[in-house]
């Protein structure tokens, strides 16, 4: 199974920024969705953003467009989310997800991200 290692995340204050990097260490990305989503304590899992390494589009969740960006490098199968303009509601667990483009493929869909890193810690302090 692909592993994904997310990194970059940490304690910084209302405003500021932090890149997050996932790096994977089976295989190409091509050919796939490559997720970010965040878990807050008591809350759901959601969907932060998702980029298409087949067609370089990029989708983002409400709460996080105009202020987070998501890219990758192909030649290192490594994804990035950097997150501008933080705020207390962006404190949470995010994950690096990986989903496989195919008829019925969903980048919004948690259910239908096949590979997860462990996640790392964002905390939003005032």
């Known amino acids: 199974q692909a592993q994904l290692i997310e990194s970059g995340g940490g304690l910084v204050q209302a405003g500021d920024s932090l890149r997050l990097s996932c790096v994977g260490s089976?295989?190409?990305?091509?050919?796939?969705?490559m997720g970010w989503f965040r878990q807050a304590p008591g809350k759901e899992r959601e969907f932060v953003a998702a980029?298409?390494?087949?067609?370089?589009?990029?989708y983002y969740g409400d709460s996080v467009k105009g202020r987070f960006t998501i890219s990758g490098d192909n030649a290192k199968d490594t994804v990035f989310l950097q997150m501008n303009n933080l705020n207390l509601e962006d404190t949470a667990i995010y994950y690096c997800?990986?989903?496989?483009?195919?008829?019925?493929?969903?980048?919004?869909?948690?259910?239908?991200?096949?590979?997860w890193g462990r996640g790392t810690q964002v905390t939003v302090s005032l």
């Open positions: 089976e295989g190409s990305f091509a050919g796939n969705y």
């Open positions: 980029v298409s390494w087949t067609s370089g589009l990029r």
């Open positions: 997800a990986r989903q496989r483009i195919r008829i019925g493929a969903d980048y919004e869909r948690k259910e239908m991200y096949e590979s």
